[in-house]
């Protein structure tokens, strides 16, 4: 990028230019004289190997003005294999820094170099040590009144803290140690202060996961507690919450962060071994961080990212051409600004994308764009200035299709990614930080704009670091807060930069970290599974709304660098949701036997959630319609609606054409026509006579033939009777007389307790006649060997 100050004296006023000038060659005078006038025994150490390593804790105030004392602490620490004695600890004003890349040049030096590092202050101003103990640290402060620097102009001076003494295999002066740092120098109120806008993100990784407890109360279940941790007292969303609070900083937010310690405040359960949950203890806390950040962002600017952050890159580069992913994207970004609403009772804007680390190219800015946001949040190493402007230019340039990039300026926005667990580190980020933004003021006295991008999720040290240096920039005479909206707004710089980088500029070592193309195929995956089973749901809210946030989660920045936890999710949302649709089922059945050529056959149907479904069909289906037909067809299908926690026993009517077993199949599908669940498949065996019914047809059979034979002998004798009676002329006596023995032998020749309603073919059905051998049709599920008899 060029810079202003990489071209010194190109838009400043004539006594500026004067000042800056001399300044330059009064700095610069020492150095030379140092480079030229080593002194002769003078140890040239390599870089980084001073024997007495010097650390500057704490420098107040960061941005003196007239009147002030600045103060310095510290360490320093011998660690060497020898004593140091006869040692002072001084303090060294250096040159004044003109140019961005010079202050880079500086914090990147390690070792000491005559004449580069300034002149001691001296005189009063040191701390004396008879002796450093090898491994020993020494504490130290330095006080000077600002008034003895020797400030000249404003601007961005080099400092240093040094160690001077002797050891006994060297037993003269030297510099044996240095640290080095930045003193801004803006005394009075700059002519334009620079607009700056520092980003202050709320955002965590992944915590809620698709699971939610049995019951109507739809328990929801976190992976772990770990969020809890970070909310309690000393945490790092603790910190970032009570330390943004007393700035003026533009608050963005991950509404999936909102939307997990909400849920907290409730009962929640943490997943355990096994597949079991514990209660989590982190309601308390959650309620007091979420009513301390409506109160820090009432008034406030908030920017609301897609819910849980969606990495735009990845879906850009990996996931656009995979089905449904553009769609997780649009109702990710649906639910943000309501989620927003809903719990901090602020509106927040939604026409930011951020991708991660502000790197773009056109397929992550078309991406960006394509789910309502008009913004993309770039930074300035990458969308980078290929022009000659001889300074840094204002955050905002449009870059066609009605889009605007907001470009981040880079050495700001990285400046605290460092170990600021330690005072020394802390210490110096600040002061580097300062000095990057008085530069960059000083460059032009045109006013412009700048934005600070920090990481997404600082630790609880970088946090306390960020606000140190926010706070010294917020009270310093050169710059002023500005809402991101604002600064978005801006008229941009002529002869800024508005080329989108091409696809083959884009980091290799953030493309190793995106979400694989497998992962968004897996997530289409779930929401097919999830898509088939709401049909069958009367209140389908109690899927959409857990699997639909988890599926947006599987898509999250956060999973960068952690590809492994990043399957484990996306596999354990799939399980569970298989897992539930496995909760309707068809119960299997064994062999069924049917006796006679045609019968029904029940089919269960289970239903273990604790709503009802409906829109299912069962369909039963012969493996052989030529010997079992279903219903009269090759398949039959029925309508099917359970309550929640019971089974219902659906009856299908067959037929069957020859004896022998027959595959049927037996499938639940949804009323759209797709498959839901596993088949069922079963045997059914016709039977055509059983032997039962063989004894009761054989038994009817002779009676038929006994009540012909009788029919047949009564007809033969009656005849006879009346040829006797028309040929011998009888008397009507004899012949009565001889039909009532007739009659009376006829009685004797029956069988004993047969009678002639007995023997008749046509008789009605007596109680004590036998049983038919057909069992009652029965709508439980079937069991082993069930015979189903018509």
Known sequence: MAEAADFPGLT??????WFRRAGVLLTGAPLLAGLMQLPAGQPAYAAGSDPVVVSVDSLTPSA??????????????????????????DLRVGQLLTTRSGIDDIAARTD????????????????????????????????VPVDKLGLGQD??????????????????????????TFLPWQPEEADTRTRTTYLWPLISTVHMTAETGPGEQQTPVFLNDDLATEISPGGRLQQMLSLGKDLDVTWVIDPDLLASVDAMIGSYGVQGAGGTSTPGAGQTVAKQWLAELQDAVEGKEVVALPFADPDLASIAHNGKNVTGTLSHLKSATDVAASTVETILHVTPSTDFAWPVNGAVDPSIVKIATSAGADKVIARSDSLKETG?????????????????????DMRMSTAFQGDMTNADGSTLAVQKFLAQSLTATLQTDKQ??????????????????????????????????????????????????????SASSYSATLRRQQLPQSAFTKIATTQDKLGNFKIILTDKTRVETPFGRAINREMATSWRGRSGAADSFRSSVDSYLEELTQQVNLIKKSETKLSGRSATIPVTVQNNLVQPVDNLV????????????????????????????????????????????????????????????????FDVRATEITPTVMLVIGGGFLLLVLAGLRMYTQRKRAAARRAEESGDGHEDGATEGDGADESHADSESRPQGESDTALRADAPEQPSDPTPNTAPESADPSGTGERVDR
């Open 448 to 501: 412009r704009t700048t934005v600070v991008a920090p990481q997404r999720m600082p630790s609880a040290s970088q946090a306390q670091t960020m606000a140190e240096a926010v706070t010294a920039l917020q009270n310093g005479n050169w710059s002023q807060s500005q809402e991101l909206t604002a600064t978005a707004g801006t008229k941009p710089d002529p002869g800024a930069s508005t080329k989108v980088p």
């Open 155 to 180: 601007g961005v001076y080099q400092i240093g803290v040094s160690l001077s003494g002797e050891t006994s295999a060297e037993p003269y002066e030297q510099v044996l140690g240095i640290q080095r």
């Open 618 to 681: 069962l369909r039963v289906t012969s493996t052989n319609p030529t010997r079992l037909k279903v219903g009269g067809k090759d398949y039959q299908e029925q309508d099917v609606a359970v309550s929640g926690g019971h089974s219902q026993s659906v009856k299908f009517t067959t037929s069957s054409n020859a004896n022998g077993p027959v595959a049927v199949i037996a499938q639940l599908y949804t009323k759209g026509g797709q498959p839901y669940g596993p088949p069922i498949s």
């Open 388 to 408: 000659d402007l001889p300074y840094t230019p204002s955050a905002a340039r449009p870059i066609g299709g009605g889009t605007t990039a907001v470009v981040a």
């Open 64 to 89: 003196p003005t007239d009147g002030d004392t600045l103060t310095l602490s510290g360490t320093v620490t011998n660690k060497g294999k020898r004593a140091v004695t006869d040692a002072h600890v």
């Open 112 to 143: 000491y170099v005559p004449g580069a590092d300034g002149t001691e202050i001296g005189g009063k101003y040191v701390e004396e040590f008879s002796k450093l103990t090898p491994g020993v640290a020494q504490p130290f402060t330095i006080s």
């Open 12 to 17: 400043l006023s004539p006594a500026r230019r």
